[in-house]
C-alpha cells in the first residue's frame, strides 16, 4: 500500500512539471512574439504594453499605454487589430509623447477623428499655454510593415495660422475646415493643425511611416536636436474629397525645420506634397512675434529668434523624390542657416496629380523672400548640394546672398534658361561654385 501511495504520488509530481514546463515555455513563445498574454499586468513580467490593455476612447487608451510604459519597458506597441473592432485607431485629440518612449506602429492605420483639432503626435513637454517647456529626450516612432498615419476624412481645420477657413474653394489665403463660420470657433489654422509636432527634444527618430493628407506641415520640429528620419512617404496633395467634393487644403509641406534645428539626418524620403517636401527655416520675423505655448501660432514655441542657438545647422539630406519642390532652405535678417548637406534630390511632375501654383518653382531653393526682412549677407552660407534633377521652372533657385556654397552635378529638363537661376545680383553673393549643372531638352 505504501508503494501503491509513493508511485502516485511521483507521477502526480512529475505530471506537474510537465504542465509547469509547458505553461513556461508558451509564455515565453508569446513574449517573443509580442502578444498578449492573457490576466498579466501590462507592466509586469515583460509583457508588451498595447492600448488593447486598456479602456476608454482610442486616444485614451494610447494615453494610458504609454503612461504605463513610462519608467518600466519604456516602449509600446500599437498592432494592426483594435479590440474594439477593426484595424484603425481613431484620434480625437493629440497623443503626448514623454522622454525615453519608443511607440512601435505595427502594420496600423492611426486616423484624426473628424472631430479632432489637434496634432496626432506631440512631444508632451509642449502645448498652448505652455510658456516655459522644457526638454524631452529619445523619443521614437517606428513603424513596421505598412503603417499608415491619416488626416480627417473631414477636417475641422487645415492650412496655417494665417489660414481662413472656407467651406468653398474661393481665392485668397484660406484653407477648407469644417469650422468655418461657425460662431466662437477659431476661424484660423495653427500649430495643432500639423500632424507631428515636435519640440525641444535631444534625439528623435521617425521611421518607415506613410502619412497621408496631414492638414498642415506633416512633420513639424523646432528647436530639436540629433534627429534620424528615414524611410517615410507623404502623400499629401492640395485637394482633398470631403464627402465626394474636391476641397483645397494649403502649405501641406512634408518635413519641417524651423528654429534652431541641429543635427539631422534625412533619408529616403519620397512625396506628393503640396508645398516643400523639405522646408528648412530660421526666421528673424519681427515684430511679428508669438511667444511659447501661443495658440495662434504656427509654431508651439517661440517665433522669435534668440541668438545662433535658434540657427539652423548641421543637416544631411540624401535619396529624395516629390512631385513638387524639394528642399527650401529660407532665413531671414540676422538668423542663420549653415552647413547643409544634400545629394539626390529629385523633383518630377506627376501626371496624375496637379503640381501647386502651376509647376515647381525649384528642386532646391536657397534663400527665400517674403518671411520678414531679407537674409543679411553671408546669413546662408556652407550649402552643399549634388546629385539633383528637377524639371520645374528652376533646378537652383538662389534668392540670397550667399556665401560658400556649391553645386554639383544637376540635370535640368525645366523653362528655364540655366540649370541655376538668380533672383540676387551674383556679385553679392561670395564663393560660389558650379561645376556641371546641365541644362538638356526636356524629354517627350
Given at each position: 500500500?505504501?508503494?501503491?501511495?509513493?508511485?502516485?504520488?511521483?507521477?502526480?509530481?512529475?505530471?506537474?512539471?510537465?504542465?509547469?514546463?509547458?505553461?513556461?515555455?508558451?509564455?515565453?513563445?508569446?513574449?517573443?512574439?509580442?502578444?498578449?498574454?492573457?490576466?498579466?499586468?501590462?507592466?509586469?513580467?515583460?509583457?508588451?504594453?498595447?492600448?488593447?490593455?486598456?479602456?476608454?476612447?482610442?486616444?485614451?487608451?494610447?494615453?494610458?499605454?504609454?503612461?504605463?510604459?513610462?519608467?518600466?519597458?519604456?516602449?509600446?506597441?500599437?498592432?494592426?487589430?483594435?479590440?474594439?473592432?477593426?484595424?484603425?485607431?481613431?484620434?480625437?485629440?493629440?497623443?503626448?509623447?514623454?522622454?525615453?518612449?519608443?511607440?512601435?506602429?505595427?502594420?496600423?492605420?492611426?486616423?484624426?477623428?473628424?472631430?479632432?483639432?489637434?496634432?496626432?503626435?506631440?512631444?508632451?513637454?509642449?502645448?498652448?499655454?505652455?510658456?516655459?517647456?522644457?526638454?524631452?529626450?529619445?523619443?521614437?516612432?517606428?513603424?513596421?510593415?505598412?503603417?499608415?498615419?491619416?488626416?480627417?476624412?473631414?477636417?475641422?481645420?487645415?492650412?496655417?495660422?494665417?489660414?481662413?477657413?472656407t467651406l468653398t474653394n474661393e481665392k485668397g489665403r484660406v484653407s477648407y475646415g469644417s469650422d468655418a463660420g461657425k460662431e466662437g470657433i477659431k476661424q484660423k489654422g495653427d500649430w495643432r493643425n500639423n500632424m507631428i509636432q515636435i519640440a525641444k527634444v535631444d534625439g528623435f527618430k521617425l521611421k518607415n511611416i506613410t502619412i497621408k493628407n496631414s492638414h498642415a506641415w506633416a512633420i513639424s520640429f523646432e528647436r530639436t536636436i540629433n534627429v534620424e528620419l528615414s524611410a517615410l512617404r507623404f502623400i499629401n496633395p492640395e485637394y482633398i474629397q470631403v464627402n465626394g467634393t474636391e476641397v483645397k487644403t494649403y502649405n501641406k509641406d512634408g518635413i519641417n525645420l524651423r528654429h534652431g534645428c541641429k543635427y539631422f539626418r534625412i533619408d529616403n524620403i519620397t512625396g506628393i506634397n503640396g508645398d516643400d517636401l523639405i522646408a528648412l527655416s530660421s526666421l528673424d520675423?519681427?515684430?511679428?512675434?508669438?511667444?511659447?505655448?501661443?495658440?495662434?501660432?504656427?509654431?508651439?514655441?517661440?517665433?522669435?529668434?534668440?541668438?545662433?542657438?535658434?540657427?539652423?545647422?548641421?543637416?544631411?539630406?540624401?535619396?529624395?523624390?516629390?512631385?513638387?519642390?524639394?528642399?527650401?532652405?529660407?532665413?531671414?535678417?540676422?538668423?542663420?542657416?549653415?552647413?547643409?548637406?544634400?545629394?539626390?534630390?529629385?523633383?518630377?511632375?506627376?501626371?496624375?496629380?496637379?503640381?501647386?501654383?502651376?509647376g515647381s518653382p525649384y528642386t532646391v531653393l536657397v534663400g527665400g523672400r517674403g518671411y520678414g526682412d531679407n537674409s543679411v549677407r553671408g546669413k546662408i552660407n556652407n550649402i552643399y548640394a549634388t546629385n539633383l534633377f528637377g524639371d520645374g521652372k528652376s533646378l537652383i533657385l538662389v534668392e540670397s546672398q550667399v556665401s560658400d556654397c556649391q553645386f554639383i552635378n544637376g540635370m535640368y529638363t525645366g523653362t528655364a534658361p540655366d540649370a541655376i537661376t538668380y533672383n540676387v545680383d551674383k556679385k553679392t553673393t561670395t564663393n560660389i561654385t558650379e561645376v556641371n549643372l546641365i541644362k538638356v531638352a526636356k524629354s517627350q
Open positions: 500500500m505504501f508503494r501503491i501511495k509513493l508511485r502516485g504520488t511521483f507521477f502526480f509530481l512529475l505530471l506537474q512539471c510537465c504542465i509547469l514546463q509547458i505553461q513556461t515555455s508558451a509564455g515565453k513563445e508569446l513574449k517573443k512574439a509580442g502578444k498578449i498574454v492573457p490576466g498579466l499586468e501590462p507592466s509586469k513580467a515583460g509583457a508588451v504594453i498595447t492600448p488593447n490593455n486598456f479602456k476608454g476612447t482610442d486616444a485614451e487608451r494610447i494615453q494610458k499605454a504609454i503612461n504605463a510604459a513610462k519608467g518600466k519597458s519604456n516602449k509600446v506597441v500599437i498592432p494592426m487589430q483594435n479590440s474594439k473592432g477593426g484595424n484603425i485607431w481613431k484620434i480625437d485629440r493629440a497623443i503626448l509623447l514623454p522622454s525615453n518612449m519608443s511607440l512601435i506602429l505595427d502594420n496600423c492605420i492611426i486616423q484624426l477623428s473628424d472631430s479632432c483639432r489637434d496634432n496626432m503626435f506631440r512631444s508632451d513637454n509642449v502645448g498652448a499655454g505652455i510658456t516655459d517647456p522644457a526638454w524631452n529626450y529619445n523619443i521614437s516612432i517606428i513603424g513596421i510593415g505598412d503603417v499608415q498615419l491619416r488626416g480627417a476624412d473631414n477636417p475641422r481645420s487645415t492650412g496655417d495660422a494665417y489660414r481662413t477657413l520675423a519681427a515684430p511679428y512675434y508669438h511667444t511659447n505655448g501661443d495658440i495662434n501660432s504656427y509654431q508651439v514655441t517661440s517665433t522669435r529668434w534668440a541668438g545662433p542657438e535658434d540657427d539652423t545647422e548641421q543637416v544631411f539630406i540624401t535619396n529624395c523624390q516629390t512631385n513638387y519642390t524639394g528642399v527650401a532652405i529660407r532665413a531671414s535678417d540676422n538668423a542663420s542657416i549653415h552647413h547643409v548637406y544634400i545629394n539626390g534630390v529629385i523633383t518630377k511632375a506627376r501626371p496624375d496629380t496637379p503640381p501647386p501654383y502651376g
